[in-house]
């Protein structure tokens, strides 16, 4: 029904309007006749028409309405008709102008209209004062209320259209936002790598899941000059695209330094340096960087604050140590450089911190130590990402909302 409304002419209301209010007025001055006063006659019922027309202009014109309807209001009470109830087309134009801010306005002229006949009914043609004093506090009530109704209006109008004006900034800046992150996203999928490494003897997996449209984890495989394969992972602290432009510039940071220099450490220190300068604060980048020689199995590495990678061979699970802080905290920081051999017939599994801090239902982390339990019982055959996912979505159930980035790589020498 209110959208039907809504969808009106104005003159059609209007018009509607004034007729009502025509018929009103017309009804009540003919049943509501006042002792002493003039009985209504054609020229009452004209003049209260023409007050009535006067509201065709309420919209376009509120003040010159407010006032002519004054004036003519006037005249008809001094040709002494009955009274108060032809104040009713005055009233529509009074609350207009209080709707629409005049308010200033509608208490001018509402003093001027009430307290003027309360002067003249006082002093120049004596009434009792009862009497004089009953029908003013009656008439001023009255369009005392007109007044405040349209003060109310006018407040609930600007609340809307604040609220209004504030969802529109909010869905701008929804779009801004996730434009955005659409873009933020399609950098990240831009540097994280299209296809593995096929390295012989080699069986190599990657599997990366973000919390967020865009995440801070990344790993990444660079084709060394030596004939060796260089192999990062990586978590940048916080989400969303700042953290996927500082994971951006990570790895173009280190595919233009990995292949420069030969050793890990150096590689990262570089990295470091460049990092210090250009990531916001209280923001850093934990990364793993090995260097591997696919025929020895010889392995260098130096760790920036990373979770340790574990090798895992027929003695059990054990962790490759290397000790340097994250990238992009302090100038100048050091990264120990470490040698391992990833032996033939065993596994080596790098990842970030999402798997082992994930928590259950109970409040319980995964933890490092289930890492490490899966990763010494899942068979050779078996696929240990698989069977680490298993074992995670097991651990949180069904309705599991990921609280961080996921990233898994898995490096397994082949037996001969």
């Known amino acids: 029904m209110r959208a039907r409304i809504s969808h009106l002419n104005p003159l059609v209301i209007d018009v509607a309007l004034v007729l009502i209010v025509w018929a009103a007025t017309s009804i009540t001055m003919y049943a509501a006749r006042e002792p002493g006063t003039r009985e209504p006659d054609a020229l009452a ?8 027309s006067m509201l065709l202009g309420r919209r376009r014109w509120p003040l010159g309405t407010l006032f002519a309807t004054a004036v003519v209001l006037s005249f008809y009470f001094n040709l002494n008709y009955p009274g108060f109830v032809p104040g009713v087309p005055f009233a529509v134009p009074l609350y207009t102008v209080a709707a629409a801010g005049g308010l200033r306005w509608v208490v001018v002229v509402g003093v001027l209209w009430v307290g ?35 003060v109310a209006v006018r407040g609930r109008r600007a609340y809307a259209a ?19 992150l659409k873009v933020a996203r399609l950098v990240q999928q831009q540097f994280l790598p299209d296809e593995l490494p096929d390295l012989p003897g080699w069986r190599i997996a990657a599997f990366y899941r973000s919390a967020r449209e865009v995440g801070g984890d990344f790993y990444s ?27 951006a510039t990570t790895q173009g940071l280190l595919g233009a330094e990995a292949p420069r220099v030969a ?24 990364c793993l960087y090995m260097v591997l020689d696919p025929a020895t199995g010889r392995l260098r590495f130096a760790n920036a604050g990373h979770n340790l990678p574990y090798l895992s061979t027929g003695n059990g699970v054990s962790d490759l140590r290397a000790v340097g802080m994250p990238l992009g905290l302090m100038p100048g920081s050091k990264y120990e ?9 065993t596994r080596l599994l790098l990842h970030s911190d999402g798997l082992a801090e994930a928590h259950g239902s109970n409040g319980d982390m995964f933890g490092f130590p289930r890492v ?11 696929d240990l990402i698989e069977a680490l996912m298993s074992e995670l979505e097991s651990f949180t159930g069904p309705d599991w909302e990921q609280e961080d980035d996921i990233t898994l790589v898995t490096l397994e020498r082949l037996a001969f």
Do not use: W
């Not at 003249?120 to 369009?143: C, I, K, M, Q, S």
């Not at 604040?162 to 955005?180: I, K, M, T």
């Not at 990586?234 to 700042?242: C, E, I, S, Y």
């Open 221 to 247: 495989f660079v084709e060394l000059p030596t004939g060796e394969m260089g192999i990062a992972i990586g978590d940048v602290t916080d989400k969303g695209a700042p953290a996927a432009l500082v994971m």
């Open 116 to 150: 003027g006949p309360f002067l003249y009914r006082l002093f120049a043609d004596p009434e009792p004062v009862a009497r004089v004093v009953n029908d003013t506090l009656r008439d001023g009530a009255f369009f005392a209320v007109i007044a405040l109704l349209g």
């Open 337 to 345: 450089l470490k040698d391992a051999v990833v032996p033939p017939g």
């Open 263 to 286: 050793s890990p450490s150096s590689a990262l220190e570089r990295m470091n340096e460049v990092l210090v300068l250009n990531t916001p604060e209280k923001m850093f980048v934990t």
């Open 162 to 180: 604040e609220v209004g004006e504030r969802l529109r900034h909010a869905e701008a800046e929804s779009e801004r936002v996730a434009q955005e």
């Open 372 to 382: 490490i339990k899966v990763m010494a019982n899942c068979r050779r055959e078996d």
């Open 45 to 52: 019922y004209g003049l209260a028409l023409l007050m009535a």
